[in-house]
């Protein structure tokens, strides 16, 4: 990774200054071969972030869904107002927390979260304030049913105005708890620009743009079940996952 190398750093609390109250989010999936590249085009106009030293960030998710998927299934049928819940370790900062993330029917995405022990990791549904939470900020309260789990490793970047933050994961691979069905799609890299909306083009959007990388939505939590639950309804992730069969080939 000598290109992060010679990218200025930037710690967790500088980063607080990106400030997005208006955001456009953009997802866009490329060949990890093309990282090196892409970050030597925009070397001099972000920060990379870093703790302790290290810009790459490990994370391990564990998602939960209804016996029959119902929240998969919705995000599936397109259906504007739906959420994710899921428990993650970030472990490069030794924190774990249990997270829903809602979008409504305007697209916009809320994430509401509270800590909880890492040792609590893998019996969540388990722990009282756990079960408080999902009955307050659900319909789900005692349905939910351990399902889809990840890891990766992330890239964090911002634009040296301090108005845009990128993501990039790498190395994503799924193990389904229902199933026992791994997938790995680690030759994957999923980017994520966020920034203000009526933004211009900015530097990492123009490199991707010239790289030939389009944008393209991706949600880890569907594209990981749809790999590893042949039960799942997927008809309308066939697209993706063809593209994606094609890089990881």
Known sequence: MSVLEQMAPIGLEDMKAVRLMNRMDQKYMAPASLLEELLARIT???YVQHIDGNPLAPYHTLYFDTEDLAMYTMH???KLTRQKLRVRRYRSTDTTFFEIKNKDNKKKTRKVRIPVSPDDFNH???????REFVEKNTVYGGRLHECLENTFERITLV???M?????????IRFHNRATGLDSDISPLLVIEV???VGAPMSDIERALHDLHILPR???????GTALTNPSAKHNRFKEKLLYINKIIS
């Open 44 to 46: 001099e106009d972000y």
């Open 76 to 78: 599936h049928n397109q």
């Open 124 to 130: 969540v549904l388990d722990v009282p304030e756990v």
């Open 159 to 161: 634009d040296k105005g």
């Open 163 to 171: 108005s845009e933050r990128i993501t990039i994961d790498r190395g």
């Open 194 to 196: 966020k920034h203000e």
């Open 217 to 223: 939505r991706m949600s880890k939590y569907c594209i």
